[in-house]
């Protein structure tokens, strides 16, 4: 069935250091693929989200590529703060819409 | 304006009684949903409902009860708590299936 599998945390970058969140996926069909951020202490939000293959989704400095031939939907920003710290989750919307969660990346940024 | 808003934020309860968890979401939105996140922040979906109607019910004990009066509102009602079921249940509603969901402050719930 259709599935996500994230990197496992957690993850300690130094501020402006380079983030890559790795997420692969394995699905029937083109699923859309999504980033949600949870900060501390508050529910998730969408980060950032793409729906056909080679589509790049970015906000806030983070970039992610639909990868089909690879079917990655990694992570990345040039250059992490203090206030990226959260949990990553990586989605995919399933075939009848219903959304899989992957098991979330957390990310600490130290001054 | 809060879109999502959960009451209580922080639940704390003896195994055995039952409790509710109530969720608005004041978007417009026409379907709505439960998920259960565990200490290790693995995020599972429990319930999900389209205009009031059920249509994602994953397995889950049948001590997990929703109710959604409206399609602005969808609540969590648990009946005979165990220690098992503390967790962070967050609320999340969408336009229509399969659209970006808005999540709730979640509620963490303790059950001791």
């Known amino acids: 069935g259709d599935s996500v599998t994230q990197m496992e945390g957690p993850v300690t970058l130094s501020e402006e250091a380079f983030l890559t969140i790795n997420c692969t996926y394995t699905a029937t069909g083109y699923p859309s693929l999504f980033w949600y951020v949870q900060y501390p202490g508050e529910g998730l939000q969408l980060l950032l989200k793409?729906?056909?293959?080679?589509d790049k989704g970015s906000n806030k400095g983070f970039e992610a590529t639909y990868r089909k031939e690879t079917t990655s939907f990694h992570l990345e920003k040039g250059s992490v703060q203090v206030s990226d710290s959260a949990v990553y989750f990586c989605?995919?919307?399933?075939?009848?819409?219903?959304?899989?969660f992957g098991t979330g990346t957390s990310l600490t940024v130290i001054p | 304006d809060t879109a999502v808003s959960q009451t209580p934020k922080y639940l704390v309860t003896q195994m055995g009684n039952d409790k509710s968890i109530k969720c608005e979401q004041n978007?417009?939105?026409?379907?709505m949903y439960w998920y259960k996140q565990d200490s290790k922040k693995f995020l599972k979906i429990m319930f999900s409902?389209?205009?009031?109607?059920?249509?994602i019910n994953e397995t889950v004990p049948n001590r997990f009860s929703p109710k959604s009066p409206d399609k602005a509102h969808l609540n969590l009602h648990i009946n005979s708590l165990e220690l098992g079921d503390s967790a962070v249940y967050f609320c999340a509603s969408s336009l229509a299936q399969g659209d970006e969901q808005y999540f709730g402050p979640g509620t963490r719930l303790t059950v001791t």
């Open positions: 793409a729906t056909k293959a080679d």
């Open positions: 409902y389209n205009n009031k109607e059920l249509i």
């Open positions: 978007l417009g939105h026409d379907t």
């Open positions: 989605a995919l919307r399933r075939t009848g819409n219903q959304f899989y």
